[in-house]
């Protein structure tokens, strides 16, 4: 069996008492919320905290507030997310996301802010230490060169989140708390493009809540890329999200990626190029062009690497074609194995 | 060989919880998962482990209703939680419907993966008692089987709801 | 099905014997298993794919807290292997390795925290050597050689046949095909990782338990590498949690348990990490493959030319075996009047491939069925009606000298047609629709023993006593596929009593008769032999006692339903336990033992027992797939398959059977892939397994996993225990050829080779757009220099079954002398 190493363990009863023990551990400490991204971590020694800071028994974090938008507690686990009735009526993609998260059980235990969280991934990171040491470690752990393309001269692990994108196309907020005060910033913001450094998180802050805005007019949704129907992370995500006017016009548009990429990202120019216009067939085909240029899929994850580029417009597609108003169920059954 | 080998680190934790309805207090190496702790420590090796990781559903449990990954589960988080493992299924000697309909309906051929689908069907049973088959693969969605193929599993939990129900409706 | 009307047992839906056990949390698998003052091993491997060890240091591990002993290569002088022809491995490596993954150390801890501590204290020098990473490099590369036994080079094994002349046959055809497949490799993934806990009893006795299916195998490789005689050894196979041919091989950390129980008189156990298991790997061989294939006009096969080209990994394992059965079983399903075939394995310095579900003929079955589609497109014949035309026949011998017995093929073909709507659908569905149908047969179990002997392949012992109670006894193993409930259904039925009242002791080389094991689909014929001769032993005393007492003939008793009885008098009629107590009365103390011997090969020429065996199963598949034209992605909504199982014992658990192997051989076709990462050469020597995780190994789900129409076709094979043949394995191998089939009469694509995923889907249909062949696979054969095949005449032309000696040399003089006139 594969043992978790010695760690110290604490588990405060309140987000101010959890922020002053992570700022007394410093980098030694680690939090965790529902340890299903951690914990093998620990167990294939990627990462070695000597202190876990247990979120479990925090005080206030599975808080749902609903005002003008919605406010996620980041302690409800991705079930709790699912079972929400004001995400799955007014925001579907990210109701949508969540439920396509891993498995059944693994969203049971991890949380909304474990998934934001989430550690970039990459074929020859994600392994057991005797397999790293076997290629000589990767630049992300206790190595210096990046094997998914030896010339890179940053991390190339893939952000591989599936709440991300959808919460990002939504519009959300993020709250991050610490000893030294709090703040808030655009979810978008919290990721840079780097498989090491791939948090602007500063790693005394605790991510508290996700701040929705209102979800009037706007209609969204996720699409997931992924071998099998369940347990396997986004190969790619598409998150989109639109608001139109009566006659279909669009007024505002967010289209994201996600897992294509060390950050899930808005779509800029796709997004851009949607506003003004409706959902027509001819529309939506350039918006995936416009989308797929953006695509940098790299391989290490599954599928073939240009396969997984070549799909992203048609992913683009179902997306747009969903919001537009088709029916998608049949091909939705297709690819995710389940009605969504 | 080693005779006079030094004394391992011997630092252990301690919790109480309930399993299986009986409330117990446990002294674990710190380290341990839920799962270390419920086979090792507490003799209940009906729940299995296939990867350690996550990745395969053997070792689900209930945790305070709810299916969970036990190898995933730090047991330092379980004090005071109750847990329900395959040892605790049945009632009696009468089997569970769940048990009785894996057995008569081909629900398990190796029976490795058997306690964790059961545990996770379990769950499903008690929150949704007349679950589509569709359901029933989307709940069974994270339990891995090398044998069946699923569908025998999934006609083994449709029974055992029929049953469940029409034992409700006698009672 | 009427038939089964006349047993009370046989035939009928059950609940297994070991069914309440499975859902209790009762069963012990070998990890669950404790012993008072035991200790836990770990192993150190190798991070070189290719290297020779300098030197190993464990004086620091030795000093770790908790560490009881270090054990290395030095401590194991004496190689072994499941073939005694390939006796290549070491329990731990003691100077070369030859993947990444290969065992070069154990530690022998208190705990497993503190062993895997002390595994990073030991320290290993290595010196590099060149990295053999396909079969091509090892081809090509014969100097860096990763054996120093074998055919030359890195070639493990050349073997090559004719059975007719195949070339004379291909120039009178109509038509010859001639096509190139490659089949990429797999792993069994038994959801239970390996465990084994060794105990020692004093005296150098000691007793393993162990998830393996071969427990026999496993003694005589234990007694020979521990140098002790084999019956101070216990093997003692637990329930497996999945086999599938991945626990076949007897294993390196069973030695290295074993040893440190006997060294340190504390019991020792191991269990190996899931990434451990896909190390130890003995799964599906890569195999590229050639067909060319000549056919007439109306669609009759004259000849076939088989090559094959097996990726053997790092060790022999059954490598010979695989690398025949990658050709001896292909001319079961349809009549081929010649046929030759050349066979050749090599080492690469990956995991050791060996027997999975199927063993070595998935990959040949693949390819002929496949091409026997691209066959039917060309001649404008209807693929289920070539194939019906052509099944072999019931009772026939094949070119290549094997027997057919009961052939229920025609039958099956017939039913999976009827059954899933073949003549409304294929070639009628809307365009990304399509099916697609193949056939398939698989050996009731091997006619000879991996080690030579005329003995029995199968024992069984049965005991009787006064209180009623039947126990039997039999060296088969239990992995998941019910062989306790064949066990105690056939002894059952025979004494008319019901499977509960029969116990199982199994699978225990202390105390059970010799069963060879759990593979090749042998356990209902051989063991089901062997027990029926048993309890038919058993009955005939029952009998003699009963109808003494009850003052009728013999030939009157019926057993039936727990009361024996004069047939037509219901006053003449006692219990089962009566009747016992008589018998042991007559008798004394009860018991009798059956045994079975597979019955001579016909064929008579050297390596003719491979391939042959007491029956054949034979199965038919149609796949039902949707296509996405843009993405490639596939899905399959439907599978209909039709089983010839001569008699299904147990229906329940046969079709669970059927199904497993369908949703297997979907895993195979769609996504599973054992595959290697090999790093920039210039930088690195590593090759790795790419994916050694449950999470990227992709095997299906609930969610991915389609419905499975199951239909058993019975037709009792006289060989066979109430005519019950094989039902583990046959019912993968058709699934494979016939998605590739359906993905053809879907979106006209050919994809010739495995897994086929959308990338390969969507490659070929942009080749149809561009106007070029729709087609991915591979491109070419690689030149291999085959051994001159051994000839053997047809059976149709007049053969013996014996070699034809000089025959190439003959046929060269006829080339000359008709060149001279």
């Known amino acids: 069996m594969m043992r978790l190493p010695w760690f110290q363990f604490h588990a405060p009863t309140s987000v101010a008492e959890a922020a002053r023990m992570l700022a007394g551990e410093g980098p030694r400490g680690m939090l965790i919320a529902g340890g299903t991204d951690l914990l093998p971590n620990m167990k294939r020694r990627q990462q070695t905290p000597a202190t876990l800071i247990s979120l479990a028994r925090v005080e206030g974090l599975k808080k749902i507030t609903n005002g003008s938008g919605l406010t996620l507690g980041a302690g409800l686990t991705l079930t709790e997310v699912v079972g929400t009735l004001a995400v799955r009526e007014k925001y579907r993609g990210l109701w949508q996301a969540a439920a396509q998260v891993a498995s059944p059980h693994l969203r049971n235990m991890g949380t909304l802010g474990g998934n934001l969280c989430l550690d970039t991934r990459c074929n020859y990171y994600n392994q057991n230490e005797d397999w790293r040491e076997a290629i000589g470690y990767c630049m992300k752990k206790e190595g210096t060169t990046c094997w998914v393309a030896t010339a890179s001269k940053r991390c190339l692990a893939v952000s591989s989140t599936d709440t991300a994108p959808a919460l990002i196309a939504l519009g959300a907020k993020v709250r991050l708390v610490s000893s030294a005060g709090e703040r808030e910033l655009a979810l978008a913001s919290l990721y840079n493009n780097d498989g090491i450094d791939y948090l602007t998180r500063k790693p005394d802050e605790i991510l508290t809540e996700v701040v929705l805005p209102g979800a009037g007019g706007w209609k969204s949704t996720y699409w997931k890329l992924r071998r099998r129907g369940s347990f396997d992370f986004p190969l790619l995500g598409v998150a989109a999200a639109v608001r139109a006017a009566t006659d279909g016009t669009i007024e505002e548009a967010r289209l994201v990626l996600g897992a294509v990429s060390s950050q899930p990202f808005l779509a800029g120019k796709a997004s851009a190029f949607l506003v003004g216009k409706k959902l027509s067939d001819e529309v939506i085909a350039e918006a995936g062009t416009l989308a797929a240029s953006r695509a940098k899929p790299m391989d290490n994850t599954d599928l073939d690497v240009y396969w997984r580029k070549e799909v992203v417009p048609s992913f683009v597609g179902y997306a747009l074609r969903e919001i537009r108003g088709d029916d998608m169920r049949a091909l939705r059954m297709r690819i995710a194995r389940q009605q969504l | 060989m080693n005779t006079m080998a030094k004394p391992i680190d011997r630092r252990k934790a301690h919790i109480r919880l309930r399993v299986n309805g009986e409330e117990v207090e446990v002294s674990f190496a710190p380290y341990k998962t839920l799962l270390e702790v419920l086979r090792e420590d507490l003799d209940l090796t009906g729940t299995k482990h296939g990867c350690e990781l996550g990745e395969c559903g053997a070792c689900a449990v209930l945790v305070d209703g709810q299916p969970l990954l036990s190898c995933l589960k730090l047991a330092l988080e379980c004090d005071g939680c109750s847990i329900e493992t395959i040892e605790g299924l049945a009632e009696g000697p009468e089997l569970h419907p769940l048990q009785a309909a894996f057995s008569d309906h081909g629900g398990s051929q190796c029976g490795y993966c058997t306690p964790g689908v059961l545990m996770t069907a379990k769950g499903l049973l008690d929150a949704e008692p007349n679950p589509s088959r569709e359901r029933i693969k989307e709940a069974l969605a994270g339990n891995l089987c090398r044998c069946t193929g699923y569908q025998q599993i999934v006609d083994s939990v449709e029974d055992a709801a029929r049953v469940i129900n029409e034992q409700r409706a006698k009672a | ?821």
């Open chain 3, 1 to 821: 099905m009427s038939s089964a009307k006349k047993f009370d047992v046989i035939g009928h839906a059950r609940r297994r014997v070991d069914g309440r056990a499975k859902v209790t949390g009762q069963l012990r698998y070998a990890d669950d298993l404790t012993l008072p003052r035991m200790l836990h091993a770990k192993l150190l491997r190798s991070p070189h794919p290719h290297a020779l060890i300098e030197a190993i240091d464990i004086a620091r591990a030795r000093s770790h807290p908790g560490v009881q002993l270090v054990l290395t290569g030095r401590d194991f002088p004496v190689p072994f292997g499941i073939m005694p022809v390939s006796q290549d491995e070491y329990p731990l490596a003691p100077e070369h390795v030859r993947y990444v993954g290969d065992p070069v150390a154990a530690v022998i801890a208190q705990d497993e925290q503190a062993a895997s501590e002390a595994l990073k204290l030991i320290e290993v020098t290595y010196r590099a050597l060149p990295t053999i990473a396909t079969p091509e490099e090892a081809l090509a590369h014969p100097e860096t050689r990763i054996h120093d036994y074998g055919e030359s080079g890195n070639i493990h094994r050349n073997q090559a046949f004719e059975f007719g002349d195949v070339e004379e046959a291909l120039a009178q055809s109509d038509h010859v095909f001639e096509d190139v497949f490659f089949f990429e490799g797999s792993t069994h993934m038994p959801m239970e990782q390996h465990a084994a806990l060794a105990a020692s009893e004093g005296d150098g006795r000691f007793t393993l338990w162990s998830s393996t299916q071969n427990p026999h195998y496993l003694q005589r490789q234990l007694a020979r590498v521990l140098q002790l005689p084999a019956a101070h050894i216990r093997v003692i196979a637990c329930d497996n949690g999945g086999g599938f041919g991945g626990k076949c091989d007897p294993a390196n950390h069973e030695m290295v348990v074993s040893k440190a129980a006997l060294m340190l008189g504390r019991p020792v156990k191991i269990c190996l990490t899931r990434e451990e298991v896909f190390y130890l790997h003995r799964g599906r061989h890569p195999v590229l493959m050639k067909f060319r294939t000549g056919v007439t006009r109306d669609g009759k096969l004259t000849g076939m030319h088989l090559q094959t080209l097996l990726d053997g990994g790092g060790y022999g394992s059954h490598g010979p075996a695989s690398t025949f059965y990658t050709g001896v079983l292909t001319p079961l399903t349809y009549e081929l009047p010649r046929f030759k075939f050349e066979a050749c394995r090599v080492f690469t310095n990956k995991p050791a491939c060996g027997p999975k579900r199927g063993h070595g003929t998935p990959q040949p079955r693949f390819g002929q069925e496949v091409q026997l589609d691209k066959i039917a497109e060309r001649l404008k014949l209807d693929p289920a009606d070539l194939r019906l035309n052509m099944v072999t026949k019931a009772n026939s011998l094949t070119a290549s000298w094997l027997k057919i017995g009961s052939n229920g093929l025609a039958e099956c073909i017939r039913q999976v047609v009827e059954g899933s709507g073949w003549r409304q659908k294929h070639g009628k569905l809307p365009e990304g629709r399509g099916v697609g149908i193949a056939c398939s047969s698989y050996m009731c179990g091997a006619g000879v023993s991996i080690y030579w002997n005329k003995m029995p392949h199968s024992g069984v012992a049965l005991t009787l006593d006064r209180s009623g109670q039947v126990t039997v006894f039999c060296g088969a193993t239990e992995v998941g596929q019910g062989s306790d409930d064949v066990l105690a259904a056939i002894v059952a039925e025979t004494l008319g009593i019901s499977t509960k009242e029969v116990r199982c002791v199994t699978g225990d080389t202390g105390i059970t008769p010799v069963d060879l094991g759990s593979y090749s689909s042998r356990v209902t014929i051989m063991m089901g032999n062997a027990a029926l001769q048993a309890a038919g032993r058993a009955r005939d005393m029952l009998v003699t006692a009963a109808a003494e007492q009850l003052e009728v003939l013999p030939a009157s008793i019926v057993l039936s339903r727990g009361r024996v009885f004069a047939a037509g008098d219901a006053a003449k009629s006692m219990s089962f336990a009566e009747a016992v107590v008589y018998a042991e009365t007559k008798f004394g103390t009860l018991g009798t033992v059956g045994s079975y011997t597979p019955p001579k090969p016909p064929g008579k020429f050297k390596a003719a027992g491979v391939g042959p065996s007491p029956a054949y199963s034979f199965s038919a598949c149609v796949v039902e797939v949707e296509v996405d034209e843009h993405t490639g992605w596939i899905n399959v909504p439907k599978v209909w398959i039709a089983h010839d199982i001569g008699r299904a014992l147990n229906p329940l658990l046969a079709r669970g059977q059927v199904i497993g192997g369908v949703y297997m051989g979907l895993g195979e076709a769609l996504m599973e892939e054992q595959v290697f990462r090999r790093l920039p050469p210039k930088l690195s020597d590593a090759l790795v397994h790419k994916i050694p995780s449950l999470l990227e190994y992709k095997s299906i789900t609930s969610l991915d996993m389609p419905e499975v129409e199951v239909i058993l076709v019975e037709d009792p094979d006289p060989n066979c225990p109430f005519g019950a043949k094989e039902v583990g394995q046959g019912p993968l191998l058709p699934v494979m050829p016939a998605v590739a089939n359906a993905i053809f009469d879907a979106v006209g694509v050919r994809i010739d080779e495995v897994p086929i995923t959308p990338e390969k889907v969507l490659r070929a249909l942009q080749l149809k757009r561009e106007g070029k062949n729709p087609r991915v696979g591979p491109e070419r054969f690689p030149d291999v220099h085959y051994a001159e095949p051994v000839f053997v005449l047809p059976p149709g032309e007049g053969g013996d079954g014996n070699e034809t000696k000089d025959h190439y040399k003959q046929a060269v003089n006829k080339v000359a002398e008709r060149a001279v006139s």
